[in-house]
């Protein structure tokens, strides 16, 4: 059954502040006509600011105006009330996504961050970035399924849009963390002794070794991280770990953070991670490398 013509109601309390008549799902997005009421008056300064902040590329203020908006108002399904939701209102117009269970939030809502001495830096990449425990980052690798579920592009998609389901759900201070913990954990991985390997089970026709290009290095690399912990630490006790790697792919785990961010923002991701994850990038890793 569609949506279209479904009307929701934004309240705050028992005051009804207006209603949205949908228009169009674009999922994970309902958009439609926002019909205020005189309550919208004493709320509608919280909408204005958030899309401020997010033009603005303020994530920490856009989370925490969007906790002010769930804390002040609730959103009424034609079913009844919804655990949460994100919402924008602007000239008229409405559009949201929504949760029958809460989203996640960092304790206190607060997003940590790290310094720039902290780490090498990519030009461009700002000084002060949200970050993400490298505890909580494996949690959400383990989504993918480990190591048996990543043996090709293909068996990864459906993992990876959970984890992108799954971002969506945390303050845009994570999802940014969560980029710049991939990208570390990618960056750590370009090394010499695993990107001059041969493909596993292939070879040249003239029966030579089939040798990684840089693109399938960093997808093979992404393999790794996919497979979870256990796998991605034993790389580096054990080069010979990485040899079956070789073979399988994880492209898709590149833009599960991207897809999120779009979702809950709606800006594409247009960032620079502190970590270069580019094959090659890693001069520690490649010590003979010229340039």
């Known amino acids: 059954m569609g949506v279209d013509g479904q009307v929701w109601r934004l309240m705050c309390q028992d005051d009804l502040v207006g209603e949205i008549v949908i228009e169009e799902a674009d999922f994970p997005w309902l958009r439609g006509r926002f019909v205020a009421e005189p309550a919208f008056a004493a709320v509608e300064p919280l909408f204005a600011r958030s899309l401020a902040l997010a033009d603005a590329e303020d994530w920490e203020g856009f989370d925490g105006v969007h906790t002010e908006i769930a804390k002040t108002l609730s959103l009424v399904s034609p079913t009844g ?74 068996g990864v998609e459906e993992g990876c849009a959970r984890l992108t389901e799954l971002l969506s759900r945390e303050p845009v201070g994570q999802i940014i963390g969560f980029g710049e913990k991939l990208a570390e954990a990618l960056h750590r991985l370009d090394q010499a002794r695993f990107g001059t390997l041969p493909i596993f089970g292939r070879v040249l026709p003239d029966g030579s070794p089939f040798p990684q290009s840089d693109d399938h290095f960093l997808y093979t690399r992404a393999a790794v991280v996919a497979a979870g912990r256990d796998a991605y630490e034993g790389v580096f006790d054990d080069p010979e770990r990485f040899v079956p790697f070789t073979a399988r792919q994880c492209e898709e785990l590149l833009y599960a953070h991207e897809e999120a961010f779009e979702q809950v923002t709606g800006k594409e991701w247009d960032r620079l991670t502190r970590y270069d994850y580019e094959s090659c990038s890693n001069r520690d890793g490649w010590p003979d490398l010229d340039g």
């Open 81 to 154: 009330p919804v655990a949460e939701f994100l919402l924008h209102i602007q000239d008229g117009h409405a559009w949201f996504r929504w949760s029958d269970e809460p989203f996640d939030q960092e304790e206190n809502g607060v997003v940590p961050v790290v310094k720039a001495s902290e780490a090498p830096r990519s030009g461009g990449v700002e000084a002060d970035l949200p970050v993400m425990t490298w505890e909580r980052f494996w949690q959400l690798i383990e989504v993918l399924g480990g190591t048996v579920g990543i043996e090709t592009c293909q």
